[in-house]
Antibody
Framework: EVQLVESGGVVVQPGGSLRLSCAAS????????MHWVRQAPGKGLEWVSLISWDGGSTYYADSVKGRFTISRDNSKNSLYLQMNSLRAEDTALYYC????????????WGQGTLVTVSS | QSALTQPASVSGSPGQSITISCTGTSSDVGGYNYVSWYQQHPGKAPKLMIYDVSNRPSGVSNRFSGSKSGNTASLTISGLQAEDEADYYC???????????FGGGTKLTVL
């Protein structure tokens, strides 16, 4: 059974930094690209970032480019999101999601971890 | 403002069918057969219901079906059941710098 468990969400001040983690199990982690997707309170879903199976390629939404960094450690079956220069509009539930083989859709999602940016 | 446009809400009675539309552009929905649909119950993670416009993952009821015409994709749920009450989101790959876009979500109420 595929499991994705996010952690690291806390309350942080504007301009602060945070690192989210996602522990994966139930599939061969280093065979698949992985995403971060976020959902602001009461709002819809927003794609944030993608990392290739080997970490060699990364992609970002314009809203986070230059501030967020996605990475992975295949030896630990873990995905990360380093978030810097946080803004109030970054407040959201952050999901990690597994990609299908051809990067067409998100086939499994974690339960999410809540990041609140507030003074 | 979401890149893909969905109705905010739809409703139907048990046993009826409903359709949720998802309108984009030729850069996303109309340009690729990479439309997917997700079901999200309150406080839960999204669940993949349809991929590549009309394919169902293993374990998803055949009451759920998807289609596309031009820049608009649709999700149809037949034989509505109380457990179908949830939010539904469409998504598409896009040629823009965003790579993947979502609709704003549709709240389905089973009357």
């Amino acid at each position: 059974e595929v499991q994705l468990v996010e952690s690291g969400g806390v309350v942080v001040q504007p301009g602060g930094s945070l690192r989210l983690s996602c522990a994966a199990s139930g599939f061969t982690f280093d065979d698949y690209a992985m995403h971060w997707v976020r959902q602001a309170p009461g709002k819809g879903l927003e794609w944030v970032s993608l990392i290739s199976w080997d970490g060699g390629s990364t992609y970002y939404a314009d809203s986070v480019k230059g501030r967020f960094t996605i990475s992975r450690d295949n030896s630990k079956n873990s995905l990360y999101l380093q978030m810097n220069s946080l803004r109030a509009e970054d407040t959201a539930l952050y999901y990690c999601a597994k990609s299908d083989q051809l990067l067409r859709y998100f086939d499994y999602w974690g339960q999410g971890t809540l990041v609140t940016v507030s003074s | 403002q979401s890149a893909l446009t969905q109705p905010a809400s739809v409703s139907g009675s048990p046993g009826q069918s409903i359709t949720i539309s998802c309108t984009g552009t030729s850069s996303d929905v109309g340009g690729y057969n990479y439309v997917s649909w997700y079901q999200q119950h309150p406080g839960k993670a999204p669940k993949l219901m349809i991929y590549d416009v009309s394919n169902r993952p293993s374990g998803v009821s055949n009451r759920f079906s998807g289609s596309k015409s031009g820049n608009t994709a649709s999700l149809t749920i037949s034989g509505l059941q109380a457990e179908d009450e949830a939010d539904y989101y469409c998504s598409s790959y896009t040629s823009s710098s965003t790579f993947w876009v979502f609709g704003g979500g549709t709240k389905l109420t089973v009357l």
